[in-house]
């Protein structure tokens, strides 16, 4: 029987109570632990080592992962659980949680992926990712758009062919003053660009059908505020699309690119997601490429509840 004393000393640190919380409420393994707590697979095998010395946990092997359960007895964890609710991260990790667990049962999204590693590998002539984003484009149906971190608004562009108005915004008057003399240019009455910035757009509240921020969310300051704003001027069952990059170690971004974050990992844009107030939440690794530092392309989608 395990020792009791030994026990509580290993509950007294924060990070072996976040993992026990979640191995609570799900069997996790190694990898996914990483992705929930955003912390290297040595530190976390470490303490799971530790806790299944103590008797806190087991492990059973699934293919080439070991899968970690909670085996706790409920009087201790019924101390875990206090010491827990004064770690400000487990409510995240539990949200981060919920996001996991919804992507397991996704099987669509399974075959997806499958499918979206095989596209490209043979040819077909007149096949590409473009064309197909570009004709999907063509068939929307959303009245109000907003395409927030716009730059010069090539994609604002494509949106204007089939919304009733498209509303561009950009930090940088350069850029809004360029994409309103190509709307003019194509004939595009229904586009407006507006300077500003989109952890505050200059755009009235409820107001929008679908907002859209394609790689800038890692140039906002605070990516959670410029979230909160997008859903704000969201009508009431409205969209966000997110397309930005998946976390990355490219530390050159910073002075080549302007950016403030170096990208973002699934679980933490699910979580900044969820606390601005979106629901129906998914996220999926759009695209990777091949050509060194290698960015992926993560996609996020969410929408306003009614």
Known sequence: MPSTLKSLKLLADPTRLRI???LEQEALSVAELQELLGMGQSRISTQLSQMKTGGLVSDERSGKNNIYSCTAGEDLMKVARLAA???PEVSADQSSLRHLLGKRKDKARAYFDELAGRFGKDYVPG???KALAEAFIKILNYKVVADLGAGEGTLSQLLAQRAEKVIAVDL???MVEFGQQLAV?????????RVGDI???PIDDASLDLAILSQALHHAEHPQTALNAAFRILKPGGSLIILDLLQHNFEEARELYADRWLGFAE????????????TRIETVVAD???VAPKFQTLLGIGVRAS
């Open 85 to 87: 609710a004064e770690i």
């Open 127 to 129: 096949r590409s990712w």
């Open 172 to 174: 940088s008057p350069k």
């Open 199 to 201: 952890e505050n757009p």
């Open 185 to 193: 240019q194509h004939g595009l009455s229904n586009l407006e660009f």
């Open 20 to 22: 026990l919380m979640l």
């Open 267 to 278: 679980s933490d844009l699910a979580s900044m997601m969820e606390k601005a107030g979106f």
């Open 288 to 290: 990777r490429e091949t």
